[in-house]
């Protein structure tokens, strides 16, 4: 048997000096365990952390808020019908609660219906490109619905809607979790749900503003505020479809240029990490997806109608819709603050815990509060629920 050469041996091996800052690699895996065909995968890159922070930073600072922003047009498109209803909205359309019941079922049913189907589309095609498409659709819908003038077409409208909102939550969670490891995800996602809370706070203010239009150009209230929502909705979309890059290594491109948000090798650190890091090994998971669906069970109706419970305590459709802002100021700081500490210990069913009980407590104060408590104190109880459920997903 030959004895190996000296430099044989030093060409196997990796010699990393100590203190050097270097992140530990793990193992290259066999190609039953990795994709070693992902473009930008590169599984003998070493890098620093200073390295991985600033790459991080940069989908933190040029990704991320973009994609917040076109969640809280989504959350604006599929809320509006509750600020719609301070105004002429119910009574324009000779609308029943049991109508707005119907309307608000089918939306659910059709966001339910596109959702598997528009995702696996979404994963096919890619997000960057699939999803901006479907925002311009239902910003579509959206301001299509200035032309309503009865219940069943509000029927079809929100219906539409919901379908072609279907895809977009899932879709980006996918998007996103193309740029974060597993023990990163956690607080990025209460951002990105935190659109929700962000939506509602901006959405209190903007509809005061675009119901203050009515009787502007022989347009109602209401017909103002889809029709704004709905252009700029479109006109997000069609940013996004030209802004969001492919990948961290394949920007979009454009008659000939690219705008490339990362380095060649800044690309391949964010897809090497995140490729070694697989969260669907973990049977937790899909405990927390059934926390999320019940969740959402309980938001959905008090979007619908919180600004209408409001306004029944006795304010105005104006002072209900700035008032509505208020729990979703709560529920950022809510979410965020305990994502951060979810993230923090690594832990979450405790924190998940934590919003069901306080939210189901405050939930069971609004049904069995006594009739002579005042109407601030209602208010109050109103708000304190929405943070608390937030949280949960």
Not at 55 to 63: G, H, N, R, T
Not at 298 to 318: E, H, R, V
Not at 354 to 377: Q, T
């Amino acid at each position: 048997m030959s004895t190996p050469r000296l430099d044989d041996l030093e060409a196997k091996a990796q010699v990393i000096p100590k203190n050097a800052g270097l992140v530990d690699l793990l193992p290259a895996a066999g190609p039953d365990d990795i994709p070693l065909d992902v473009p930008g995968y590169a599984p003998d890159i070493h890098y620093t952390q200073l390295e991985v922070r600033k790459a991080k930073l940069k989908v933190d600072l040029s990704i991320m808020p973009f994609i917040v922003l076109c969640f809280c047009f989504l959350q604006f498109d599929r809320t509006n019908i509750g600020n719609a209803l301070t105004d002429s909205f119910r009574k324009d359309l000779k609308l029943k609660n049991s109508d707005i019941n119907l309307a608000q079922t089918l939306f659910t049913v059709g966001f339910i219906i596109t959702e598997l189907p528009f995702n696996m589309t979404s994963k096919y095609i890619g997000p960057e490109r699939f999803l901006p498409i479907t925002m311009v659709c239902w910003g579509t819908a959206t301001w299509s619905q200035v032309f309503l003038k009865s219940p069943s077409g509000l029927c079809v409208a929100r219906f539409f809607i919901g379908a072609l909102e279907g895809g977009y939550i899932p879709g980006f969670v996918l998007y996103i979790s193309r740029y974060y490891s597993n023990g990163e995800l956690g607080l990025r996602l209460a951002i990105f749900w935190a659109s929700n809370s962000i939506a509602g706070m901006l959405g209190g203010p903007l509809s005061i503003g675009l119901l203050s239009l009515r009787g502007s150009h022989g347009l109602k209230g209401w017909q103002w505020l889809f029709l704004i929502e709905g252009v700029l909705t479109c006109i997000l979309g069609v940013a996004a479809y030209f802004y969001l890059p492919h990948s961290a290594v394949k920007p979009k491109s454009f008659f000939g240029r690219s705008l490339k948000l990362f380095t060649e090798r800044e690309g391949k650190i964010l897809v090497t990490r995140v490729i070694r890091d697989d969260p669907t090994k973990d049977w937790r998971l899909y405990g927390h997806l059934i926390a999320g669906l019940l969740s959402m069970v309980m938001i959905s109706p008090m979007n619908t109608y919180a600004p209408s419970i409001i306004k029944s305590l006795g304010f105005t459709g104006l002072q209900a819709n700035g008032l509505n802002s208020v729990g979703s100021a709560g529920a950022l700081v809510w979410s965020v603050s305990l994502a951060t500490s979810s993230d923090k210990l690594r832990e979450r069913g405790v924190h998940i815990a934590a919003g069901y009980l306080l939210g189901a407590a405050g939930l069971l104060w609004l049904a069995y509060a006594p009739a002579e408590v005042g109407r601030w104190v209602l208010y109050g109880k109103l708000s304190v629920p929405r943070p608390c459920i937030v949280d949960l997903t």
